[in-house]
């Protein structure tokens, strides 16, 4: 388990399942966790592979050659990409598949490949955490944790990562979601955003200046009235609730 108040959860697609055979990463999606909340920053980009698509793996995401034509080769996508994940830990649902393929792109560019020792693979977590033989894949996960996943129509590396990230605070009861709080609608786009599937240079929603450990989040007082709620309901027979106010001080002579 990792405690850290900034947490990236992230997602690739590829064009195949064996990056020493020449399978490439094709699109990259990260989102930002802040004191357990997710901020609506996020990092997607789709990457040239500079190879064709397999029909069997636009089968799995629906990414095709011509939806390539014009984005940037992976050397492009890595100073904007590292920016956004910093030295914050890095969740991956199966991360050895992930990272092999982060590892091959980085080995090609001569780059110093990211330090396993800072990612965690959701699946091994969630295979300790729920009974034996549970099933533990993205969307049986989102099934037991009641989280909507009709929109998932294919495997899309920003739209898993969201759906990770929620299975995560869920799961591991380390955020605000656990318990029904936070957020109820998602945070508001940033101002004239661009649109992955129109541009494909690296939509980036993270203001460089922003600071994640300076964020304060505030309840509201609908949180508030549920925060009540679901003391109330959970907690028996609390110990302040049979303690008298304190006194008020008495007036001088």
């Known amino acids: 388990m990792i405690y850290s108040p900034r947490i990236v959860v992230g997602d690739t697609e590829t064009t195949g399942t064996e990056p020493r055979n020449g399978d490439r990463v094709i699109e990259i999606g990260f989102v930002e966790i802040v004191n357990g909340f997710r901020t609506g920053r996020h990092f997607h980009t789709y990457v040239q592979p500079e190879r064709s698509v397999p029909p069997d793996a636009t089968a799995i995401h629906g990414i095709t050659d011509e939806m390539l034509v014009g984005a940037p080769v992976f050397a492009a996508i890595v100073p904007d990409m590292m920016e956004f994940i ?97 957020p109820t609608t998602p945070p508001p786009a940033p101002e004239a955003p661009v649109a992955a599937a129109e541009d494909r240079r690296p939509a980036r929603s993270h203001p460089p200046e922003a600071s994640a450990s300076m964020m304060r989040l505030e309840p509201s007082l609908d949180e508030l009235d549920r925060h009540s709620a679901f003391v109330e309901g959970q907690v028996q027979k609390a110990i302040w609730t049979s303690l008298a106010p304190p006194a008020a001080p008495s007036p001088r002579a």
């Open 86 to 182: 910093g030295d914050s830990p890095l969740i991956f649902h199966n991360a050895p598949f992930d990272m092999s393929f982060f590892d091959e792109e980085f080995e090609r560019l001569s780059l110093p490949k990211i330090d396993r020792s800072r990612v965690v693979d959701s699946l091994k977590e969630a295979r300790s955490i729920l009974p034996a033989g549970s099933k533990a894949g993205l969307d049986a996960l989102c099934t037991r944790y009641g989280i909507d996943r009709s929109h998932r129509t294919k495997h899309g590396a920003l739209l898993d990562s969201e759906l990770l990230a929620d299975v995560w605070l869920r799961m591991t009861g380390t955020g605000g979601l656990a318990h029904g709080f936070g």
